[in-house]
């Protein structure tokens, strides 16, 4: 169980934090932010408002740096570990995962870097917003690339099984796509609707009923949160957005000339059949040697089929696909 | 209080039927399926497999008679009551009202027709999905037309009142418009959310978390009633797709070209903002005689600014608006 570095103590790694010291882990953090830090110290959490201190703590521990910034903030933070602790084992819990590992690339090449993102809250943020159990049963993606470093990849997996989270390994590229599709898009949409549906003017909003309320409930989030998470996957989300348009558009056409949406409603009716079905599919285990020649390749092989990692013991990991 | 001959047992005219033997009027039911007729009987309700003998009462006691039956059933319903009721006085529980209103002046055209669209339920149906307090708290839309026979009106307003529905007065072109906004352009975009995101396959599946649960929620709502209500309202349904697909196409040019979603996701928040408010908004009272030449104008006026008709004294409407 290695020692645990937090930069950046809102509402993911104040959980983080929080969630690692229930776990049992040695852990502290180092937020700019002074109010969280008198917040999480008032807790009795281990904080600083000095990141350069942290980091120092970091390299003589041989901790594992988490940077829990938002993306704008990521490159300065990285700046920091390439000066303080060049070769740290680092991971991240950004929302997308491309321009993260892009970055560290650019400002900290020497750092073992090993991306993951854990799929909980967006709607508020800060240290208080913050839950030890925030990640139970959340998924939190493990990004496996070609040169991940399979020690510091354990690390991280052993921590999000820690804190009870749902263990997903995908490729960045992968996990960019997925949640451009599943969390990105379903964003866009909901300020589409909502501001349709507002075009309609009074009569219309006091006729909303569950089908524009749950369509909308997204588009409550604060629209400086949205908008980051949104722009930041520019490239996936743009594929989304253009596969809604090219279905959207085909059910206008359909719609305008012979009267029918048979083949929108029934393709989505279909499609959310198969979320509920993923969801309570029998599970088959698979066992993965992470030492082995083929181990990335099989542990996205478990992202790609719906699947999870669900313990490790060493470098053997045991995971679940439908 | 009027008689109320119930033509349709499924999950709305069921409701109707309990809610209004409920709240102590004398009502009776009628409807093709003999399962429903056993169902209804055995639960101490009056109803019958004939929609004529039905309406023979319904002539003798010079009920109210409430068309419940889907818009493709609506034309033959509507055959009988001009054969057996000419001159009825007449509502309907249909989910658009344009087609209705057309098909009664085609089918029915003596008989005193005042729409209605209580807004509750549409991913059950039958008998046995029907409860006496569906219309609890939800909108029940009474259509205003310039034509409209005040009397009717205020018996099909008395009703929805007394079975505790929020009676929102509206044209029907204004409640075609706002219903194709907020509950059939809902329908269309969680079909595509949803089939867009299980073209991510099983990882974006695995992925998706609250923003494309709640998104695709209504995909999962039995196909043919989906297509059946969006159908229906084609025209309406139409502008607002219409409208959907330019701020979608907005929002992916802008994307593409700078980068930027802001107008898009905070035109959304400011949307969602709006029904938040309006939901919470200080209330206004106002009082309407039906009688009155200006009734039909001042009723319409309520429903545009988002209000309601809370009860009604004699023909002595008091509403609230915000």
Same mark, same amino acid.
């Not at 599709?181 to 379903?186: D, F, V």
């Given at each position: 169980?290695? #020692?645990?570095?937090?930069?950046?103590?809102?509402?993911?790694?104040?959980?983080?934090?929080?969630?690692?010291?229930? @776990?049992?882990?040695?852990?502290?953090?180092?937020?700019?932010?002074?109010?969280?830090? =008198?917040? !999480?110290?008032?807790?009795?959490?281990?904080?600083?408002?000095?990141?350069?201190?942290?980091?120092?703590?970091?390299?003589?521990?041989?901790? +594992?740096? %988490?940077?829990?910034?938002?993306?704008?903030?990521? #490159?300065?933070?990285?700046?920091?570990? @390439?000066?303080?602790?060049?070769?740290? $084992?680092?991971?991240?819990? %950004?929302?997308? $995962?491309?321009?993260?590992?892009? &970055?560290?690339?650019?400002?900290?090449?020497?750092?073992?870097?090993?991306?993951?993102?854990?799929?909980?809250? =967006?709607?508020?943020?800060?240290?208080?917003?913050?839950?030890?159990?925030?990640?139970?049963?959340? @998924?939190?993606?493990?990004?496996?690339?070609?040169?991940?470093?399979?020690?510091?990849? !354990?690390?991280?997996?052993?921590?999000?099984?820690?804190?009870? &989270?749902?263990?997903?390994?995908?490729?960045?590229?992968?996990? #960019?796509?997925?949640?451009?599709?599943?969390?990105? +898009?379903?964003?866009?949409?909901?300020?589409?609707?909502?501001?349709?549906? @507002? #075009?309609?003017?009074? +009569?219309?909003?006091?006729?909303?009923?569950?089908?524009?309320?749950?369509?909308?409930?997204?588009?409550?989030?604060?629209?400086?949160?949205?908008?980051?998470?949104?722009?930041?996957?520019?490239?996936?989300?743009?594929?989304?957005?253009?596969?809604?348009?090219?279905?959207?558009? !085909?059910?206008?056409?359909?719609?305008?000339?012979?009267?029918?949406?048979? $083949?929108?409603?029934?393709?989505?009716?279909?499609?959310? $059949?198969?979320?509920?079905?993923?969801?309570? !599919?029998?599970?088959?285990?698979?066992?993965?040697? +992470?030492?082995?020649?083929?181990?990335?390749?099989?542990?996205?092989? %478990?992202?790609?089929?719906?699947?999870?990692?669900?313990?490790?013991?060493?470098?053997?990991?045991?995971?679940?696909?439908?």
């Amino acid at each position: 169980m290695p #020692d645990l570095c937090v930069l950046g103590l809102g509402l993911i790694g104040g959980s983080v934090l929080r969630a690692a010291k229930a @776990a049992g882990w040695t852990a502290w953090g180092a937020t700019r932010s002074s109010d969280d830090v =008198t917040a !999480a110290r008032a807790e009795g959490f281990d904080a600083g408002g000095d990141l350069d201190v942290a980091l120092e703590r970091a390299r003589a521990a041989d901790a +594992l740096v %988490v940077v829990a910034v938002p993306l704008p903030a990521v #490159d300065e933070v990285l700046r920091r570990v @390439a000066a303080v602790v060049p070769t740290a $084992k680092l991971t991240d819990v %950004v929302s997308v $995962k491309g321009p993260v590992h892009d &970055a560290v690339r650019r400002l900290a090449p020497r750092t073992r870097y090993v991306g993951g993102h854990p799929m909980a809250g =967006t709607s508020t943020s800060g240290w208080g917003a913050g839950r030890a159990d925030l990640f139970r049963g959340a @998924a939190w993606v493990v990004a496996v690339e070609d040169d991940s470093d399979m020690a510091v990849l !354990a690390e991280v997996v052993a921590f999000a099984l820690a804190v009870e &989270a749902h263990v997903v390994p995908a490729s960045t590229a992968e996990h #960019d796509a997925a949640v451009g599709r599943i969390s990105h +898009l379903p964003h866009v949409l909901a300020a589409v609707l909502a501001a349709v549906g @507002a #075009d309609g003017g009074p +009569l219309a909003l006091a006729l909303a009923a569950g089908s524009f309320t749950d369509g909308t409930r997204v588009a409550g989030t604060r629209p400086e949160l949205t908008q980051a998470m949104c722009e930041g996957n520019r490239t996936a989300l743009l594929d989304a957005v253009d596969d809604a348009l090219g279905r959207l558009g !085909a059910a206008r056409g359909s719609l305008a000339s012979t009267g029918g949406l048979a $083949k929108t409603i029934e393709a989505g009716h279909a499609a959310r $059949k198969a979320l509920d079905a993923q969801r309570s !599919a029998v599970r088959t285990d698979v066992t993965i040697d +992470l030492d082995s020649p083929g181990a990335r390749d099989a542990l996205r092989a %478990v992202g790609a089929r719906g699947g999870r990692i669900v313990s490790l013991d060493g470098a053997t990991a045991r995971a679940q696909t439908s």
